[in-house]
């Protein structure tokens, strides 16, 4: 299609979604902030239950030289349910989200980088789920190897994850 139309395209869907973070990093320390900022927006804004929402960032090495994850994990911790910038999971409960961050854990070389745990001091039904925002670090192997390792690795949990 790009070739086709000679690079005039526009694609969006309502699927998983992703992030690409390439080997050109930003020189400027205000760029590397406004992409930490746009990424915790494009996967943790309404709680993470947007058609949109980023579901995962591929990042090339080169932007572990940065303070790009430590931005992120700061902009992350400051949603809170005062402010209504996380609030319930509608399509998962606590239980079940747990389930899904331990199996990703399991993987050879994951680990988690910030939250990973329920919400505390609020009065949110348990048939919903109420979980930080939460990133994990998994080993771009996990996206090439087996079908069933990929499934897991793209299932959509609709919520701050």
């Not at 902030?33 to 927006?41: H, K, L």
């Not at 996967?43 to 931005?71: D, P």
């Not at 899904?100 to 919400?119: F, Q, R, S, T, Y």
Request: net charge positive.
């Amino acid at each position: 299609m790009a070739k086709v139309l000679h690079g005039k395209i526009k694609l969006e869907d309502g699927g998983y979604d992703w992030k690409i973070l390439g080997p050109d990093v930003p020189k400027k320390q205000v760029q590397i902030d406004y992409v930490a900022w746009q990424s915790d927006q494009d996967a943790y804004a309404h709680s993470g239950q947007k058609c949109s929402a980023q579901s995962v960032l591929f990042m090339h090495k080169n932007w572990s030289k940065t303070n790009v994850l430590e931005t992120m994990k700061t902009q992350a911790a400051k949603r809170n349910l005062a402010d209504l910038t996380v609030g319930p999971v509608l399509s998962w409960n606590n239980e079940k989200i747990k389930a899904h961050l331990d199996a990703v854990l399991e993987l050879d070389g994951a680990k988690l980088l910030w939250g990973g745990v329920p919400l505390k001091n609020h009065n949110i039904p348990a048939i919903y789920g109420s979980y930080e925002p939460t990133a994990i670090f998994v080993p771009l192997k996990h996206f090439r190897g087996a079908q069933k390792k990929f499934k897991l690795l793209t299932t959509e949990l609709f919520g701050p994850f």
